[in-house]
């Protein structure tokens, strides 16, 4: 069974930084891009950022390029997303969700991230 | 990047009554290589997003045949045939034919 377990969400002061773990499991995680979705508070969803499976490719929403990194351990079954220069808009429940086809068929429960001060 | 405008934005609907979702791109979706990555998403209060419908008409695993999708490059249509009361939630539709993928702005089905 695939299972995506988000964690690290929590309360940061604006210009802070967090960081963001998604555990997999129940696939071969190497195989799989990897991406993350957000949804602020009563919102819609908006794709963020993926990870190829070897993780040598990458790709940002503009509204967080420069500023997120996302990256993967195999070893972990771990992928991560590391925010800094965080905002208020950056407020979300971000969710890790499984590539490939058909996409997306696998999501976590979601970390949610507090922007304020 | 391409906008995904869903219609209309709410939707009471009488259990046992149909329901349907319209979502028009602002480009075609046909993928080079043939294939339409439009899928549709319900996401019930509380809950992550749930796959419904994959490639414009596709049902996931565990999905209930009363859902169904159609349509064709821009226009594509959800469509519940009796509504039950667990449906309710927020329907979104997503491509991902394109990076960024992108979603529409969401449905709220209620029930009457």
């Known amino acids: 069974e695939v299972q995506l377990v988000e964690s690290g969400g929590g309360l940061v002061q604006p210009g802070g930084s967090l960081r963001l773990s998604c555990a997999a499991s129940?696939?071969?995680?190497?195989?799989?891009?990897m991406h993350w979705v957000r949804q602020g508070p009563g919102k819609g969803l908006v794709w963020v950022s993926h990870?190829?499976?070897?993780?040598?490719?990458?790709a940002y929403a503009d509204s967080v390029k420069g500023r997120f990194t996302i990256s993967r351990d195999t070893a972990k079954n771990t992928v991560y997303l590391q925010m800094n220069s965080l905002r208020g808009e950056d407020t979300a429940v971000y969710y890790c969700?499984?590539?490939?086809?058909?996409?997306?068929?696998?999501w976590g429960q979601g970390t949610l991230v507090t922007v304020s001060s | 990047d391409i906008v995904m405008t869903q219609t209309p934005l709410s939707s009471p609907v009488t259990p046992g009554q149909p329901a349907s979702i319209s979502c028009r791109s602002s480009?075609?979706?046909?993928?080079?290589?043939?294939?339409?990555?439009l899928s549709w998403l319900q996401q019930r209060p509380g809950q992550p997003p749930r796959l419904l419908i994959y490639?414009?008409?596709n049902r996931f695993s565990g999905v209930p045949d009363r859902f169904s999708g159609s349509g064709a490059g821009t226009d594509f249509t959800l469509k519940i045939s009796r509504v039950e009361a667990e449906d309710v939630g927020v329907y979104y539709c997503?491509?991902?034919?394109?990076?960024?993928?992108?979603f529409g702005q969401g449905t709220k089905l209620e029930i009457k």
């Open positions: 969700v499984r590539g490939g086809r058909p996409f997306p068929a696998y």
């Open positions: 129940g696939f071969t995680f190497s195989y799989y891009h």
């Open positions: 990870i190829s499976g070897d993780g040598s490719s990458t």
């Open positions: 480009q075609s979706l046909v993928y080079s290589d043939g294939n339409t990555y």
């Open positions: 490639k414009i008409s």
């Open positions: 997503m491509q991902s034919t394109q990076s960024p993928y992108t």
